[in-house]
C-alpha cells in the first residue's frame, strides 16, 4: 500500500469515465501534415483545453509563435515551495495512409480485446492523456496536488514545425521553469516490463556534391582521360567506414565519444533479445556493426555513420556508356554523448577533403543536425520515476537508449538543463505512423497510475 | 602523275555531277530509329541501288533477315584473279533533334562555303557515296574495275539493328568472300590530314546489385546493426581502381592485354594534341588516368573501367534517415586486345565475390560485351590503302586508335579473317549526331579520288 492510493481507488474506478474521454479526443482528425485538417488540429487543442479546466487546471491556447498550430499550456501552482513538474506531448497525429490497410475507420476508435485502435492512439494522444488524467484524478481525490505542474501540449510534433522550440527557447526562464520535464511518447521495453529510456542518438547529416567535367561524355571516346565522378564518390564513400570492422574512418570522430559504461553494458546484455531473430526478421545473411559491440549496444550506444542516398549517370535499363559529369550522395552521422554535430560536420569535411582522388571538385553541405542527448540517470526526478513505475508494475524499469534522434528532448535538455525522464507508456508493437496504430488499456491505466504516483514520489524530495 | 591520273581527271570533271547526286541522296529523310520514317529509309535504299546501278554495277535491295530495313547490296566482279574490296557503309541517318538548333532545314543540303550541311552529310551518306563514285569513275573512264568490288550498305546502323550481323555471318563464306575491307564512317585527323584508324576498344558492360535487409529501415533505429547496402557498394566501386594511379585492380585485367609498342607510343606523341586545351575544354581541374600513360595512350590504347552508373536509397530534397534495403550501380570496362569480355566478365565477378564485405547479397549481371580489335598494320591492303592516302593527300595518314566500340567491325575482323580499313574522311568538328552535321566538300573529293588510287594500288598486289 502506497501513499497514493487513495487516487490509485479512484482511477481505477472512474477508468471508463477517462477511456470514454480519450475516445471523444481520438475522433478528432488532428493530421498536422495536411492544411485541410487545420480546423480539426485546432478542435483537437480546444478538447484538450476545456478538458484540463475541466480538471481544475487553468489552461490555454498559445498561438504558435513561428504562425502553425497553437499549442495547449496548462498548469496548477498551488504547491509553492515544492518541485514543478513539465509535462510535455503532442496532440497532433500522422496522416492515415495507406487508408485500405486500416480494420476500422482510422479516426474510429474501436476496441480489439484490450487494445484501443485509433489513429493517434499511442503517438502521443492516448500516452500524453495519462499525465492529464493523473492530475485530473489527485485533484478530484484531494483538491490540491503534492507538487506544481505545467503542461505543453504541441500540435506539430509530426510535421516537423518549429513552433514548440522557438516557444521553450523564449519562456524557458519564466513560463516554463521547473525541476523535471516528463515526456510519455515512448515504448515500454515489453509487456509488463516498464522501460525508462535515457538516451538519444544527435544526427549530423550531409550531403555530397562531386563535380566532374563540365558535360556528359562518352566513356569510349573520353574514359581514362579524366577522374569518372562516379568512380571518385565511391572512393570518398569507402573511405568512411572500415568494411570489416564497422570503425567510421574519418579522423577525430570518435575523440568526443562518451564510453558505454559498465552498467548500461551489463544491464543490456540482462534484457531478452535475440539476435538470430533479429537477423531473421530483416532476412540478412548476418548482422554487420562495430567490432567490439553486441546490436544493442551498437544500435544504442555507438555512433555510426550510413550513406543515406546516392546517385549519378545513368539508371534505366539496358546499357549507356555514359561518363558523367556529376554524382551525390547523402550521409548521416548518428552521433552519442559528447559528440557535437557541427565539430562531427567539420571533421566530415576535413576528411572529404583529404581523400578526394583528383581530377573532381567535391561540395559537401551540412543539411541537418541534431544534438545528442543521455539522462543523468540518478537525482531525485529520476529516482521518484524509478519507484513510481516499480510500485506500478511490479518491477523496477529497464534503462534504455535509442538510435533515434527527438530534437525537442535535446532542446528541454539544453535551455532547461533539467533531468527529461521519458516515460514510454506504449509498447513496441503499437504501430506508430503505420495501419491499425493501437494503445493497450493497461498501458493507459497504468500509465495513469504511474503518473499519479510520481507526483507524490517527487512531492517528497526537495522543491 | 599516277596510274589513276586518267579517272582522277574524270572525277575533277564530274565532281558537280556527284555532288548534286549526293543532294538528292542527303534529302531523302532516313532516319532509322523513328518508325514513322520507315518509307523513307526504303527510299533511301532504293535511290542508292538505282545510283549503283547506274554505275555498271549490279545492285539489290536484301530484306534484313532480322524483318528490319533493307540493306544495298552491289557488286562488280569482272575482273578474275585480281582481289576483292568489300566496302561497307550505312544510309540510315540519326533523328535531327533538337530541330531548333539547325541554321537550315535538316533535310534541304545547304552549302557554307565548303561544307554541305546535312543530316547524314558525313554519317555516313556522304562518307559511303566516295566507294560509289570512286567505282562509277572508274567504270565509266574504262569500263572496267582493276579489281572486284562488293558494296554493302545497311539501314540499321543508327539503330542498333542486327541484321547486318545476321547477314555477315550468313553469307561470309560466299557472297562476302573478299580480300580486305574497306569502311569510311570515321574522321581524318585535321584537315588535309589523313589518318588510319586501326584499332578500337572492346566493352564489359555489367550490372551490379547489392541486397541488405529485406525492407528499407529507419537509420536510427537499425543503424549501426546491419551492413548498409550503399556502404557496400561504395567499398565495392572503390575497390575497382586506384584512386592514384589509376590502374583497374581486378585480379588478371591486364594480363591479355597486348603491350603498346614503341611506334605507336612514338607517332602518337608526335601527333598535334594539347593536353591543356583538352583539359580547359573538358573543364575538369587536372587530367586523371592511368599512370605511366598519357592521354592519348589512356583513351586509345589501355583498359579502362568507368561507373557508368549507380542508386540507391533517397535522392531528393533535404534529409530522409533511410537505411536503404538495395544499392545498384554498372560498371563498364573498355577493353584492348587481347581481352576477351566475357573473361573480363568472369574476373569482375569474382573480384566482387571477393571484396564484398559482409552482411549483404550482391549479383552481377552482364548487360553488354564487345570484341576489341586491333589491324594488322602491314600487308597488301593495307599498303594499297596508305600509298592511296598518301598520293591523295600529299603526306601519309597518321595511324591512329580510338576508345570507342564499332560492333560491326569485330564482326567483319572475325567473321572474314581479313583486314578491315577504316579509311575515314571526315572531320573531328563534323558535328555527327548533333545539329547541322556536316561534310567538307574537299574531304568528298578527295575521299572519291582516294578510293579510286586504292583500286588501281590494290590491283598491282596479288587476289
Given at each position: 500500500m502506497t501513499a497514493t492510493q487513495d487516487v490509485i481507488d479512484r482511477?481505477?474506478?472512474?477508468?471508463d469515465?477517462?477511456?470514454g474521454e480519450l475516445k471523444q479526443y481520438l475522433r478528432i482528425p488532428s493530421i498536422s501534415t495536411d492544411p485541410q485538417y487545420k480546423p480539426q488540429v485546432r478542435g483537437a487543442a480546444e478538447y484538450l483545453r476545456d478538458n484540463m479546466r475541466q480538471a481544475g487546471l487553468s489552461a490555454e491556447l498559445v498561438d504558435s509563435p513561428t504562425?502553425?498550430?497553437?499549442?495547449?499550456?496548462?498548469?496548477w501552482t498551488g504547491a509553492p515551495g515544492k518541485p514543478t513538474v513539465l509535462f510535455y506531448g503532442h496532440y497532433d497525429v500522422q496522416p492515415v495512409d495507406p487508408v485500405d490497410e486500416w480494420r476500422h475507420d482510422p479516426f474510429e476508435p474501436t476496441l480489439e480485446g484490450d487494445d484501443i485502435i485509433c489513429r493517434g492512439a499511442t503517438d502521443d494522444k492516448g500516452q500524453s492523456f495519462t499525465h492529464v488524467k493523473a492530475v485530473a484524478a489527485v485533484l478530484a481525490e484531494r483538491g490540491a496536488l503534492p507538487v506544481n505542474v505545467k503542461l505543453i501540449v504541441e500540435g506539430e510534433e509530426e510535421c516537423g514545425?518549429?513552433?514548440i522550440e522557438a516557444f521553450v527557447r523564449a519562456d524557458a526562464g519564466d513560463r516554463l521553469a521547473c525541476d523535471c520535464v516528463v515526456i510519455s511518447d515512448t515504448s515500454m521495453y515489453a509487456p509488463g516490463e516498464p522501460a525508462m529510456l535515457y538516451g538519444l542518438k544527435g544526427l549530423t547529416y550531409v550531403e555530397l556534391r562531386v563535380q566532374g567535367p563540365n558535360r556528359d561524355l562518352h566513356s569510349g571516346t573520353f574514359g581514362g582521360s579524366v577522374q569518372n565522378p562516379l568512380n571518385a564518390l565511391g572512393h570518398i564513400l569507402s573511405s568512411l567506414q572500415d568494411p570489416e570492422t564497422g570503425r567510421v574512418l574519418i579522423a577525430g570522430?570518435?575523440?568526443r565519444v562518451r564510453p558505454l559504461e559498465d552498467w548500461e553494458r551489463k544491464a543490456w546484455a540482462e534484457l531478452p533479445f535475440d539476435e538470430d531473430e533479429y537477423r531473421r526478421e530483416l532476412g540478412v545473411p548476418e548482422l554487420f556493426g562495430e567490432r567490439g559491440y553486441n546490436t544493442r549496444e551498437r544500435t544504442w550506444g555507438r555512433p555510426t555513420c550510413d550513406v543515406n542516398g546516392m546517385w549519378g549517370g545513368y539508371q534505366g535499363e539496358g546499357a549507356k556508356t555514359v561518363l558523367p559529369a556529376k554524382a551525390g550522395a547523402k550521409v548521416s552521422m548518428r552521433l552519442v554523448p559528447d559528440q557535437d554535430p557541427k565539430e562531427i560536420a567539420d571533421l566530415f569535411r576535413q576528411?572529404?577533403?583529404?581523400?578526394?582522388?583528383?581530377?573532381?571538385?567535391?561540395?559537401?553541405?551540412?543539411v541537418h543536425g541534431a544534438v545528442p542527448t543521455l539522462i543523468e540517470t540518478e537525482g531525485p526526478a529520476m529516482e521518484a520515476a524509478v519507484a513510481a513505475m516499480r510500485d506500478e508494475w511490479?518491477?523496477?524499469?529497464?534503462?534504455?537508449?535509442?538510435?533515434?534522434?527527438i530534437p525537442i528532448i535535446?532542446?528541454?535538455?539544453?535551455?532547461?538543463?533539467?533531468?527529461?525522464?521519458m516515460m514510454g507508456f506504449g509498447l513496441p508493437d503499437d504501430r506508430l505512423h503505420s495501419p491499425n496504430e493501437k494503445f493497450n488499456l493497461q498501458c493507459f491505466y497504468g500509465g495513469i497510475r504511474t503518473v499519479a504516483r510520481f507526483l507524490d514520489g517527487l512531492a517528497g524530495q526537495a522543491g
Open positions: 482511477i481505477d474506478r472512474e477508468k469515465d477517462y477511456l504562425g502553425g498550430n497553437p499549442l495547449v499550456y496548462g498548469e514545425g518549429e513552433g570522430f570518435y575523440d576528411h572529404v577533403e583529404r581523400v578526394t582522388p583528383p581530377g573532381v571538385a567535391v561540395e559537401v553541405r551540412e511490479g518491477k523496477a524499469p529497464v534503462m534504455i537508449r535509442e538510435g533515434g534522434s535535446a532542446t528541454f535538455a539544453d535551455v532547461l538543463s533539467k533531468p527529461v525522464l
